[in-house]
Nanobody
Framework: QVHLMESGGGLVQPGESLKLSCAAS????????VGWFRQAPGKEREAVSC????????YYSDSTEGRFTISRDNAKNTIFLQMNSLKPEDTGVYYC????????????????????????WGQGTQVTVSS
């Protein structure tokens, strides 16, 4: 039973853009704060961006602020990550997560631990930025 499924990853050149999607099934995202994390080979998982239930509050890591935009469409039960001006260091597997109890976006994005600590998490989509 899949709860969150990411899509939209791929291979792009530096400077190009990608838009990731994360669709929820079997539950409503509308009561969950959600976020995107990524993990590069040999590196620890890091937060990319998180968004509040209402969509009014967002959090971005220092490395993605100004280039990435997180959004949500509760009617479509989907969250998005628009990634512009991609860099090779953005390469990694991107995961979306949802949590009902951690609603402060900065907390959601900065809390440590495995993805399994969140209520729901996806299987990830690969993003590769290379010339």
């Amino acid at each position: 039973q899949v709860h969150l499924m990411e899509s939209g990853g791929g291979l792009v050149q530096p400077g190009e853009s990608l838009k990731l999607s994360c669709a929820a099934s079997a539950f409503s995202l509308s009561i969950y704060a959600v976020g995107w994390f990524r993990q590069a080979p040999g590196k620890e998982r890091e937060a990319v961006s998180c968004i509040s239930i209402s969509g009014d509050t967002t959090y971005y890591s220092d490395s993605t602020e100004g280039r990435f935009t997180i959004s949500r469409d509760n009617a479509k039960n989907t969250i998005f990550l628009q990634m512009n001006s991609l860099k090779p260091e953005d390469t990694g597997v991107y995961y979306c997560v949802a949590d009902h109890w951690i609603q402060a976006v900065q907390t959601l994005c900065t809390i440590s631990g495995p993805l399994e600590r969140f209520d729901y998490w996806g299987q990830g989509t690969q993003v590769t930025v290379s010339s």
